[in-house]
């Protein structure tokens, strides 16, 4: 029994680590020190996501306790009653959720909690707490300008086969160098070497989807604003080095960097907005004729921090907070900005921000309960996964040392702040949302829904482009949501299914066809489970906003909704591909998917064909002074590790919780 004395000082300090899969433990447990170090002082078990296995459902399902068909977070975005066929809402959005936050709860009984970047803590639900970002993975609205590539020798690129996560941000610059002239204030004694002038246009909006960002605007005739840098290359005391400004005056610098500097946190104004951000020298020649600029993010000052001004105090003693840092190595990898090393550079960077927030509320805030998330591992995993299955050796090895260098920054980050945040008192738990497994293939459902005549598919003639008909489908495949509806009158905005005995009719057909396909190779089966609504109650799916079918992949098929509106010719192509499945390939050139080479939509406990590789099964860590060190489970639930951080600090769990408490763990 805990003492009451103990009780009311014990903290939880849970650091969440975005689409980390169960067998990277054991991948890298011999690997990195810091790891083993972790799992030596600890309990660990694989855990079991709520399905449908994806980002915004399972930190909801980790912050309430409670399964998905409970606190009705489904997927990246949620069909609701009253809404056409295939229309969605994103789900990054706590105004959705149907359950109580920890955090709510733990406030409820007398405890401060502290979130860092915890993706599904926005708008704001703790009245008296400390929250730092946390509306969704890659933020729109704090967010003010994309990663800049600023080069010499920019290549004239073919955007529409060159896509990332991140592929249509178009954020490449061109430097033109000349002799200098006009420049202010030179101080004697410098050599110059040459000018240049670099034009940025606006960045783009975008939204978060299933597959990474959405652009809102990218086809859009508006004219797009620009500004202007200067460059100055000149020599001091022998050494090269590059002045990026403003205006033409050696005395107002944005920076002054040598080959291969990162300038740190700068201020920067784009189009009138004030951001913070670091530019990096990664090539300059001796004649300033080729030079490579990388600009990361820039986000806004403020915004992101509650209560309201403490902003400020972030950015003077952690720097600034900016959430997809560590994301946007996906775009640089694809255009082949850069390699590995300087995306291992730029997720250290972000790493080093969560160690000193953490350090830093930790130590200037009273506290009970911390949660700090950051999400590296899921995007490298989406980006990099293929060179695990590389019949080229030395893919392969890239591949290996790659994910080793980015599970060192991990490990190291969450050694840190255990080493700085945690004491006697403090449980530290380690999680994360999801596994992954590999992606092969795409399922062409959309092709299947047309051939069948279930959904319906009209050019429209002012955009030239092609829409659901939702007046004619009788079922559509929703817009980044996990599952299909049936176009119901009463229920659906303009529902044309006009019965129930129609409804029970077209659902039975859609699940029997699912079920059907198969891969032609192998004749194996592409789906574990294809079922009705009612029939996924046994999974904890349950309610209103769960799809009337839904349908679970095996390893290497994706079964993700392509989009149904503003489809282009060449998506259309692939929507008439008579073929139930195509290589995955296909799908990205036909603008369908971006290229992703890993997935987490699957059931729960799906795994990997290459053996031992992978699963969806995610992580469940925690060290405290009444757990088993070095000790290990076979399987919890992520609705688990509510109640027993609950459990381990003295309070009740929310007020939905449906999980128990991982007793194993205890002594
Ligand atoms: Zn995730």
Redesign the pocket.
Known sequence: MISKQDKECKKVILVGL??MPAEFIDRYRDKIPELKKLLDESFFSPALPSPTT??PT?WTTIATGSWQGTHGITSFHAHLKGMEVNETTPTFNTDLCQSEYFWEAAERQGKRCILINYPCAFPITMKDGITIGGDGLASEQWSVRWPDYISTRLKEKNWESDVSVFGEVKSEEKIIVKDPEGWENIPDGLSIVKEGTVTFAESEKFNWGALGIIIEDSDSEKSKRVEKRHVLVFRENGSLKLLLSKEKDFNKPITILSKGDWSGWVNEEFFGEKCIRQYKLIELDKNGEDIIIYGTMGNSLKGWGYPEGIENEIIKNCGPYIEALELTPDQALHHKWFGKDICLEIMGIQAEWMVKCAEYLSKSQDWDCMFVQY?AP?GMNHMLFDGFWSEDKGKYEYTESFMLGVYEILFKMVDRIRSLCVDDNTSLCVVS??GNIPVKYYVNTNSIMIREGWSIFGKNSETGLWDLDTGKSVAAFAHWNSGIWINLKGREKNGIVNNEKDYHEIRNSIISRLQAVVDPNTGEPVFDMVASREALEVLGLWGERIPDIMAFSRSDYLFMSGKTKNITEEMMELYKDPSDIVPSMKAFEAGVLRPIFSQ?SNLPCARSKEKDLSSMRAIFILSGSEVKKNSRGDRVNLVDVVPTISHIIGINPPRQCEGRIVRECLK
């Open positions: 975005d689409g994806e980002t399972n999400h899921d949302d999801h987490h």
